[in-house]
Nanobody
Framework: QVRVMESGGGLVQAGGSLRLSCVVS????????LGWFRQSTGKEREFVAA????????YYADSVKGRFTISRDNAKNTVYLQMSSLKPEDTAVYYC????????????????WGQGTQVTVSS
């Protein structure tokens, strides 16, 4: 059984930083691509960042490019999302997702999801 578990959310002031972590178990981590998505109140879940199985390729939504960094540590079965220069509009529940594909930015191509972690950015 594949399990995905996020951590690291919280309350931060605008301009601040947070690092989210996500541990994946139940499948070979090095054969798993990872993505971060977010959903704010009243909106659909949206893509934030993705990293390929090798960790070489990364992709970002335009809204976070240059502020967020996705990375992975295969020895720890963990993917990270380093968020900097946070804005109030980054407030959302952030979800980690896992896929068997080499890499994907599409929500529908991630079969494994965590429960989400709340990030709140105050102005």
């Amino acid at each position: 059984q594949v399990r995905v578990m996020e951590s690291g959310g919280g309350l931060v002031q605008a301009g601040g930083s947070l690092r989210l972590s996500c541990v994946v178990s139940g499948r070979t981590f090095s054969l798993t691509s990872l993505g971060w998505f977010r959903q704010s109140t009243g909106k659909e879940r949206e893509f934030v960042a993705a990293i390929s199985r090798s960790g070489i390729d990364t992709y970002y939504a335009d809204s976070v490019k240059g502020r967020f960094t996705i990375s992975r540590d295969n020895a720890k079965n963990t993917v990270y999302l380093q968020m900097s220069s946070l804005k109030p509009e980054d407030t959302a529940v952030y979800y980690c997702a896992a896929s068997s594909l080499v890499v994907t930015t599409l929500l529908r191509e991630y079969p494994y999801w965590g429960q989400g972690t709340q990030v709140t950015v105050s102005s």
